[in-house]
Nanobody, 126 residues
Framework: QVQLVESGGGSVQAGGSLRLSCAAS????????MSWLRQAPGKEREGVAA???????SYADSVKGRFTISKDNAKNTLYLQMNSLKPDDTAMYYC??????WGCGSRVYYSRVNYWGQGTQVTVSS
């Protein structure tokens, strides 16, 4: 049973920073593609960032240069460092994981990823 538990969300002003964490268990963590997605009210779910088992990263254009995805294999924890936050970043953020069957961080991967956390809310005020 794959379990993903996010934490670290909150409310910040534009320009501020937050770091999200995702504690993972129940599977071969090191072999999986790990990722962050987000969904704002009335908008489609969006892939934000992904990291492969060997540490290659990919980002949505909207967050490049501002967000950094990383992981600590010893702690089975995934992170998302978010800097220079904008009101448009307001959303529920989800940690997701799966085998890299469709290309880690690809549009297909984001649409088919099977294992999700419960989400953590990020609100950025102007």
């Amino acid at each position: 049973q794959v379990q993903l538990v996010e934490s670290g969300g909150g409310s910040v002003q534009a320009g501020g920073s937050l770091r999200l964490s995702c504690a993972a268990s129940g599977y071969t963590y090191r072999n999986y593609c790990m990722s962050w997605l987000r969904q704002a009210p009335g908008k489609e779910r969006e892939g934000v960032a992904a990291i492969t088992s060997d540490g290659h990263t990919s980002y949505a254009d909207s967050v490049k240069g501002r967000f950094t995805i990383s992981k600590d294999n010893a702690k089975n924890t995934l992170y998302l460092q978010m800097n220079s936050l904008k009101p448009d970043d307001t959303a529920m953020y989800y940690c997701a994981a799966d085998e890299p069957r469709w290309g880690c961080g690809s549009r297909v991967y984001y649409s088919r990823v099977n294992y999700w956390g419960q989400g953590t809310q990020v609100t950025v005020s102007s």
